[in-house]
C-alpha cells in the first residue's frame, strides 16, 4: 500500500505559479499511475492530469491544457504538477492520487485507490 503526501501549496497571484509535489512511501510509484484532482468549495472534486496507463502519456483537464505539467521523479519517489499562469478559477484543494488498475480510467476519481491528504491552492485576481 502507498502513502502520499502533497506538498507545496499556497497563496499566488493571479499570473503566477507554483509547483505542488507529491511523495510516496510504502511502495514505489512505478507500480502505480499517478493523477492530479481538485475540489473547489461547493464543487464536485476534479481530473486535472495524469498518466495514461504506459505511464508515458499525459492527459489533462481543458480548463487547465497548456498551462499546467504533470512529471514525475522515480529516484525521489515524487510525482509534481506545475501550474503556470495561475487564475482565481484554479482555487481549490489539490490531492494527488495513485491506482494500479490497468482497466480503470485517468479521468475519473474513483478508479483511484489512495489519495493524499490535500494543499490549498489559492489564487487573487
Known amino acids: 500500500q502507498v502513502q502520499l503526501v502533497e506538498f507545496g501549496g499556497g497563496l499566488a497571484q493571479s499570473g503566477g505559479s507554483l509547483r505542488l509535489s507529491c511523495a510516496a512511501s510504502?511502495?514505489?510509484?512505478?507500480?502505480?499511475?499517478m493523477g492530479w484532482f481538485r475540489q473547489a468549495p461547493g464543487k464536485e472534486r476534479e481530473f486535472v492530469a495524469g498518466?495514461?496507463?504506459?505511464?508515458?502519456?499525459?492527459v489533462y483537464a481543458d480548463s487547465v491544457k497548456g498551462r499546467f505539467t504533470i512529471s514525475r521523479d522515480n529516484a525521489k519517489n515524487t510525482v509534481y504538477l506545475q501550474m503556470n499562469s495561475l487564475k482565481p478559477e484554479d482555487t481549490a484543494v489539490y490531492y494527488c492520487?495513485?491506482?494500479?488498475?490497468?482497466?480503470?480510467?485517468?479521468?475519473?476519481?474513483?478508479?483511484?485507490?489512495?489519495w493524499g491528504q490535500g494543499t490549498q491552492v489559492t489564487v487573487s485576481s
Open positions: 492520487a495513485a491506482r494500479n488498475s490497468p482497466s480503470s480510467s485517468v479521468y475519473v476519481s474513483g478508479s483511484y485507490a489512495y
Open positions: 510504502g511502495r514505489t510509484l512505478t507500480s502505480y499511475r
Open positions: 498518466f495514461g496507463w504506459a505511464n508515458t502519456a499525459t
